[in-house]
T-cell receptor
Framework: QKEVEQDPGPLSVPEGAIVSLNCTYS??????FMWYRQYSRKGPELLMY????GNKEDGRFTAQVDKSSKYISLFIRDSQPSDSATYLC???????????FGKGITLSVRP | GAGVSQSPSNKVTEKGKDVELRCDPI?????LYWYRQSLGQGLEFLIY????????KSGLPSDRFSAERTGGSVSTLTIQRTQQEDSAVYLC???????????????FGPGTRLLVL
């Protein structure tokens, strides 16, 4: 079993839909949880950053972390065609250590 | 301000040749990471530098892979005797490196796409 599991998709939704992306993990040492967005032939860019359990909202994006279930989610409201990209969950234990990534899911938002 | 830059953008090489990939981190960032992204495998950690030292080399897949960082800035990832399975996108990331008890945001470069024929 990999340390971080992410549904590989792909996922296609109509414009305006609510999108839910999820990852599960097995390493209890993970304390910091991130979502990166990666456009085709570009490097990943940080979208959301959360420490420990809880919710964080930024515009149309909400990140949720449930450490008791080892489960993290990213919700995208009112999805737009410009949200079409690959979304990667990432997590780390802290102390500027390496990040462990999910495999990523490719999202397509249809106009 | 300038982000993380990597060169070359693309590299095509023949099996058995050596390649060097370069990373210029964000100015002032002391922490630097190399990752590899291949189809079906996602992003995999290779090596982490703090300054010129590499406290975590655990992700280097074989002794054909090595990396160095000089002057606390530029880093070079070298792959010797390349194999077809080395074909991937090699990504570099940097972070400030100041808050050692904390997971700082890692900022990624655009990557180098390596194809080994």
């Amino acid at each position: 079993q990999k340390e971080v599991e992410q549904d590989p998709g792909p996922l296609s939704v109509p414009e305006g839909a609510i999108v839910s992306l999820n990852c599960t993990y097995s390493n209890s040492a993970f304390q910091y949880f991130m979502w990166y967005r990666q456009y085709s032939r570009k490097g990943p860019e940080l979208l959301m950053y959360t420490y420990s359990s809880g919710n964080k909202e930024d515009g149309r994006f909400t990140a949720q972390v449930d450490k008791s279930s080892k489960y993290i989610s990213l919700f995208i409201r009112d999805s737009q065609p410009s949200d079409s990209a690959t979304y990667l969950c990432a997590m780390g234990p802290g102390a500027n250590s390496k990040l462990t990534f999910g495999k990523g899911i490719t999202l397509s938002v249809r106009p | 301000g300038a982000g993380v830059s990597q060169s070359p953008s693309n590299k095509v090489t023949e099996k058995g040749k050596d390649v060097e990939l370069r990373c210029d981190p964000i100015s002032g960032h002391t922490a630097l990471y190399w990752y590899r992204q291949s189809l079906g495998q996602g992003l995999e950690f290779l090596i982490y530098f703090q300054g010129n030292s590499a406290p975590d080399k655990s992700g280097l897949p074989s002794d054909r892979f090595s990396a160095e960082r000089t002057g606390g800035s530029v880093s070079t990832l070298t792959i010797q005797r390349t194999q077809q399975e080395d074909s991937a996108v090699y990504l570099c990331a940097s972070s400030p490196g100041f808050r050692t008890g904390y997971q700082e945001t890692q900022y990624f470069g655009p990557g180098t796409r390596l194809l080994v024929l």
